[in-house]
């Protein structure tokens, strides 16, 4: 059933866990997306993805926002327990939301047991680098995996002037690299690579001993992620640069529900084949049944048994 499968005991289908993924550094690629709901997680679950990240991107996917900046953490666990119960395999990652942990390490531990226990997530994922090191630590040494997440960090993007490829340049390259081995030091398993330039990318994979996954960071890292939505052609119009469409769904969505009201509206819709049987013919009235007395006519004595 499953692409990749991971097997136990009885040949049942087991769940991906911490160690395996930080143990695929430098061997079969990682391979992660994201989905916010039961029914999505289900099938990429099925099509063997390792990992699935309910991401704060539910604010731009899911509610139409322009950025993830007014996600709270309520919204994630509750998208975090839809996700879960249709993951057999896959390892779920849930996203820390803007000011869910800035405000101190107390906090971060907090949030991330927040996510744990209500939203059913196996990790957490933060944003930032040097400056998130310690909230990091402190999740870690609470016994929760921590992934982390460097360049282009979508909660940041009023700071980074929009949605740009961060690391240009030697100084910002140096800076990263500098991010993300604080991460690594803090204790994370795996950390996101997003949008920076290909052989920065490369650089931080070679130097870091924990699985970078890349999203618009060339193909050298140890793992990738895309949207599901992205993935699947559903946002018709335009996709990130890094967002290759496997397929194109929402061209489809739009041409099956075209088809739909067409046939509703010409009575195509629906035919016998959709229907239920019709009830019988009513009883004649020399076998009438205790369902076809008047309400106003006495029931027959035989009729109370």
Not at 24 to 40: C, H, L, N
Not at 59 to 76: F, H, K, W
Not at 151 to 179: I, M, W
Not at 283 to 290: G, I, L, W
Request: charged share 20%; glycine share 10%; with cysteine.
């Amino acid at each position: 059933m499953y692409a990749t499968q991971a097997t136990g005991p009885g040949g049942h289908v087991r769940k991906i866990t911490v160690p395996e993924l930080r143990a695929r550094k430098g061997s079969t690629p990682i391979a992660m997306v994201t989905a916010y709901d039961y029914t999505m997680a289900r099938l990429v679950d099925e099509a063997g993805v390792d990992m699935v990240l309910v991401g704060d991107s539910l604010g731009m996917v899911v509610q139409g926002l322009q950025n993830t900046i007014p996600v709270t953490l309520d919204e994630i666990a509750y998208h975090g327990r839809a996700v879960a119960r249709g993951l057999a395999r896959a390892h779920v990652v849930g996203d820390m939301p803007f000011m869910s942990y800035q405000v101190s390490a107390q906090q971060a531990v907090e949030s991330a047991g927040k996510l744990m226990k209500d939203g059913a997530f196996e990790s957490v994922k933060l944003e930032g680098g040097t400056e998130v090191a310690e909230a990091a630590f402190r999740i870690v040494r609470a016994g929760i995996p921590v992934v982390g997440h460097v360049g282009l960090t979508p909660q940041s993007v009023h700071a980074l002037g929009g949605f740009k490829v961060q690391g240009r340049g030697g100084d910002a390259a140096e800076k990263l690299l500098s991010d993300a081995r604080a991460l690594e030091q803090a204790g994370a398993f795996a950390i996101v690579l997003e949008a920076i330039p290909p052989d920065l990318a490369a650089r931080v994979t070679d130097e870091l001993t924990i699985p970078t996954i890349g999203i618009g960071a060339g193909n050298a890292c140890d793992g990738q992620v895309l949207v599901c939505t992205d993935l699947l052609g559903m946002m018709r119009g335009h996709s990130p640069k890094f967002a290759k469409r496997y397929a194109q769904l929402g061209d489809a969505v739009v041409g099956a529900v075209r088809e739909y009201v067409s046939e509703v509206q010409s009575r195509e819709f629906p035919t016998q084949a959709h229907a239920y049987k019709p009830n019988a013919q009513p009883a004649s009235h020399e076998k009438r049944t205790s369902e076809t007395w008047k309400l106003d006519e006495p029931l027959p004595l035989d009729h109370w048994h």
